[in-house]
């Protein structure tokens, strides 16, 4: 798959370079970025399209390479709306061309241009993807029967962003009962579906598999997909941050309305509510301030019941993908994934 990305990214940079020697800085940080990463995505495709009865070949390889560089685009728009300072231990992409602004002295704000290159570097990225979804070597018939998931994964995703930036715009005013449904949805709709139901359905669909697996496969992958996730924010709460690659308690810096949060809310005392309404979205948040965040988050019992949960979701996503119709080799290669997706530390 780094063959196909690396020899996309060449032609593109011709293509670029027809504009100018300048706009090279533009395909620096996708490189860089897509050298990276677990690439569960394109892993869950794969082997999507595998048990569905597809043949290995270039053109699935193709696919994959389109849902990375999808994957790029959300991750350098989702680090702009979070003001994340990295990514995979790399700055994130509107810091580096804030940094290639400062470095060479330029006029006007830095932080506006970092801005402005991030997200174009992310519109390219998501305009390729759809480039290279289109000119995947494989029958066209197949493409365009699974185009319709391709576009549904790029919409639904967009909308689940916007649900988690307004979730924390919101809070303040939005009804606390509602606090742990809305959460879910966000988890549901950011993550859970384009990361493991879509990439599933989307193999399927290019192998013309028959509506019975589809169905095991949505099964699967909103539970393991909603596991996923949850272990995401767990690990943007508590992770390391020499394995994560990003700062210990970034999401608790950034505000993030997760299920940790719901649930540590829901069941607070007044003085631990406090607490989290004091520090929870600081920029500035030192280690003192997420350490006493995380303290409530044990205490109040939010991070135990997370960890119950993901249990509960990947054993219904086990349990679906052991009534599925596919062959033992795909089965075991997705149990595989199933582990690596709720079990890592990165």
Do not use: N
């Amino acid at each position: 798959m780094q063959v196909v990305l690396d020899d996309f990214l060449d032609a593109q940079g011709r293509v670029l370079a027809e504009v100018g020697p300048d706009c090279a800085a533009l395909l620096e940080g996708i490189r860089a970025l897509l050298r990276g990463g677990k690439r569960l995505r394109p892993a869950f495709c794969y082997w999507g399209y595998r048990g569905a009865g597809g043949a290995d070949g270039d053109g699935i390889v193709d696919v994959g390479a389109a849902l990375e560089l999808f994957q790029a685009a959300a991750l350098i728009h989702d680090d702009l709306m979070d003001d994340s300072d990295t990514r995979r231990g790399l700055p994130a992409a509107h810091r580096r061309f804030a940094s290639l602004h400062a470095g060479a002295g330029w006029a006007g704000s830095e932080e506006r241009f970092g801005l402005a290159g991030a997200v174009l570097t992310g519109d390219l990225c998501l305009g390729w993807s759809d480039e290279l979804f289109s000119a995947a070597r494989l029958p066209a018939a197949d493409v365009a029967r699974a185009r319709g998931v391709f576009s549904l994964m790029r919409t639904q995703l967009m909308g689940g962003q916007y649900l988690d930036v307004l979730e924390q715009a919101a809070a303040a005013v939005s009804d606390p009962a509602g606090a742990v449904d809305r959460a879910r949805r966000v988890v549901r709709f950011k993550s859970a579906k384009y990361s493991v139901e879509h990439p599933l359905l989307l193999g399927a669909r290019l192998a013309g598999a028959p509506e019975q697996l589809l169905a095991s496969y949505s099964a699967v992958g909103l539970s393991l997909g909603e596991a996923f996730q949850l272990r995401d924010d767990v690990l943007g709460t508590f992770g390391d941050p020499e394995v994560t690659g990003k700062p210990a308690g970034d999401d608790l810096r950034e505000g993030k309305r997760t299920l940790l949060v719901a649930l540590a809310l829901r069941s607070a005392s007044p003085a631990q509510a406090a607490t989290v309404q004091r520090l929870l979205g600081d920029p500035d948040l030192d280690a003192d301030g997420v350490a006493a965040l995380r303290e409530v988050l044990v205490a109040t019992g939010a991070a135990a019941a997370v960890e119950e949960h993901i249990a509960r979701l990947v054993e219904e996503a086990c349990e679906a993908l052991d009534a599925a119709a596919v062959d033992e080799t795909s089965r075991a290669a997705l149990h595989g994934l199933l582990v690596a997706a709720t079990s890592r530390q990165a």
